[in-house]
């Protein structure tokens, strides 16, 4: 089914029903039995097609109960769901680690391999090597301490102004215009999270634990290098990460210690605080000038404006409630895009709260669901339909570079100031991902840190990637404890550098389509259309887009931002 498809069902139709494991593993013992002993290709081929349609099932019944439970997180009944899904989908990678297994011996390889490429031939490698019978309890209780993170996150309620608000509703009061309006509201935040410390550093200790267990049971030596292949990382590896970092510091860092020093200046503060960050304009960050309940229909205007299509896909999947923009109590934070395999539908999740972040997050997680349906009959694989996620954050990441001429629909006469803010923002993440994905190593390179050490390493780390950065009797912050507000660090590890390498990709296709935009959304197209069936440098190959490893291109853009931010 494709989301241009008249008469898709709605959102609210759709019927979560608990995964059947126990048929999943009938079919999967079917499967390997065919693929052991096929002699004819399309004997195996038929046996592969119906175990991917379990898998798909399977994967669809997953997602949709962890969209209903993010939806309301107080509804006990999805909260269990959700849990029984954790195991179920450990035990269901390691029956699909078994098929793997089979399909790399299989007689009929060399013949799948000829007519479906050897994508699916390099994931199941990748998936024999990071799951296996001896860690699915270890695999459990990962999930369990992401969900238990997860969870206390969505259900935080912070005092402030005489309300309780979340950590989504608390965000425009963190950069509001008013400095003592912002110095109360990162008060109020610091003493959340300092309420939290023992709690989040016990989580982590165990989730530190536990996946070193997981990766010295499968034969590694850290947790540094199973995370590498949980990512996919197929052409390249943790020499080149560190090179992109270091070209991050050399070239980037410079730039933002230059964006706070303006900053300072724009704000008149004698200091800048960690506090005033967030606040980069004097008069204010510009935010939407329509009201949170026409961003959906704004929406859909700027992806008709952007891709030539009436009615676009967003306008479609807001029609049939696949999307949900708005914070609310008892809603998970964040924000995300997931794809129902079985509907070919993608769902799209964020939480609006009348900030310019807004904006973003909608052509972001857009972004992804549009290169979703572009790529939904790509392979006959699941797993091969979308691309790692590097390349993945790049669908995102580039729309909302693509978006940039269509953003006085969101923001009248302040558009230009939404796209200084906006790349202002971007430059300022880099070194930021880098610093996220840089503890990271050093955690897991460490595995026996207490939480004191961690937190000087996260503490050492802002002097190398955020210079700038002060603070007062803040003791959550001061003590190096910021990094506890970053869910990937808990429940995605290795994940974060994945948007610093697609912002420089982004960074790119932006360049180009200064001078061609024509020419820069038939490139975008041409990724999208892709799906997973390359790796990612050979995917950037294909479209036309440099490796981010190239320090060279790193360079140029620093450049061209400076340009454009007129520094």
């Not at 997860?150 to 215009?177: D, R, V, W, Y």
């Not at 200084?420 to 880099?430: R, V």
């Not at 002060?470 to 550098?497: E, L, N, Q």
């Amino acid at each position: 089914m494709s989301v241009e498809t008249k008469g898709m069902l709605d959102f609210a139709s759709l019927k979560y029903e608990r995964p059947d494991v126990e048929h999943f593993k009938e079919v999967v013992q079917s499967t390997r039995l065919k693929l052991m002993s096929a002699r004819d290709p399309e004997v195996a081929i038929a046996a592969l097609i119906e175990y991917e349609k379990e898998l798909s099932k399977f994967d669809t019944q997953v997602c949709l109960c962890n969209i209903l439970h993010d939806l309301d997180t107080s509804n006990q009944f999805y909260t269990d769901e959700v849990a029984f899904c954790d195991e179920a989908s450990a035990n269901v990678s390691e029956l699909c680690s078994a098929v793997s297994s089979v399909l790399l011996s299989s007689p009929c390889a060399d013949a799948i391999r000829e007519k479906y490429g050897d994508m699916i031939f390099l994931k199941a490698k990748n998936l024999k090597e990071t799951v296996s019978k001896e860690v699915i309890d270890d695999l459990v209780e990962e999930a369990n301490l992401e969900t238990e993170y997860a969870q206390i996150q969505s259900e935080a309620s912070i005092s402030f102004n005489g309300k309780m608000l979340n950590l989504s509703m608390l965000e425009p009061f963190l950069e509001s215009t008013d400095r003592d309006t912002r110095i109360k509201a990162h008060k109020a935040l610091d003493d959340y999270y300092t309420s939290k410390v023992e709690i989040f550093d016990e989580i982590y200790d165990k989730m530190v634990k536990v996946r070193t267990r997981i990766a010295q049971k499968l034969g590694y030596e850290s947790f540094t290098e199973l995370g590498y292949k949980r990512m996919e990382r197929y052409d390249y590896n943790r020499d080149d990460v560190q090179k992109f970092r270091d070209a991050v510091v050399k070239y980037i860092v410079p730039i933002t210690v230059q964006i706070r020093k303006l900053q300072k200046e724009r704000l008149g503060v004698d200091k800048l605080m960690f506090y005033d960050l967030p606040c980069i304009f004097k008069n204010g960050n510009p935010v939407p000038t329509i009201k949170m309940k026409d961003y959906q229909k704004v929406a859909g205007d700027v992806f008709t404006d952007v891709l030539g299509a009436e009615p676009s896909f967003y306008d479609v999947l807001s029609e049939h409630g696949f999307t949900d923009l708005i914070s609310r109590k008892n809603k998970s934070t964040g924000g995300y895009c997931m794809y129902l395999e079985d509907y070919a539908i993608p769902f799209i999740f964020m939480n609006a709260n009348g900030t310019a972040d807004d904006v973003s997050t909608i052509v972001h997680e857009g972004g992804h669901a549009y290169a979703a349906i572009k790529s939904a009959e790509v392979s006959p694989f699941v797993e091969c339909l979308s691309p790692t996620l590097e390349t993945c954050e790049i669908h995102s990441t580039a729309m909302e570079y693509l978006t940039y001429p269509y953003m006085e629909n969101y923001f009248g006469e302040y558009a230009a100031s939404y796209r200084e803010l906006h790349m202002t923002l971007a430059l300022l993440f880099l070194p930021y991902g880098c610093m996220v994905d840089e503890y990271q190593h050093i955690v897991y390179d460490n595995p026996d840190y207490t939480p004191a050490e961690r937190h000087k390493v996260w503490h050492d780390l802002e002097e190398k990637y955020q210079p700038f950065i002060k603070y007062d009797d803040h003791p959550f912050h001061a003590m190096g404890g910021a990094w506890m507000k970053k869910d990937h660090i808990f429940t995605t590890p290795f994940y974060y550098i994945d948007y610093c390498l697609a912002q420089i990709c982004a960074l790119e296709l932006w360049d180009e389509a200064e001078n061609d935009y024509k020419g820069a959304l038939i490139k975008y197209n041409h990724l999208c259309e892709c799906g997973g069936n390359a790796t990612f440098l050979k995917i950037l190959e294909e479209v036309g887009l440099t490796s981010p490893f190239n320090t060279d291109v790193i360079k140029r853009l620093a450049y061209k931002t400076c340009s454009f931010l007129e520094l």
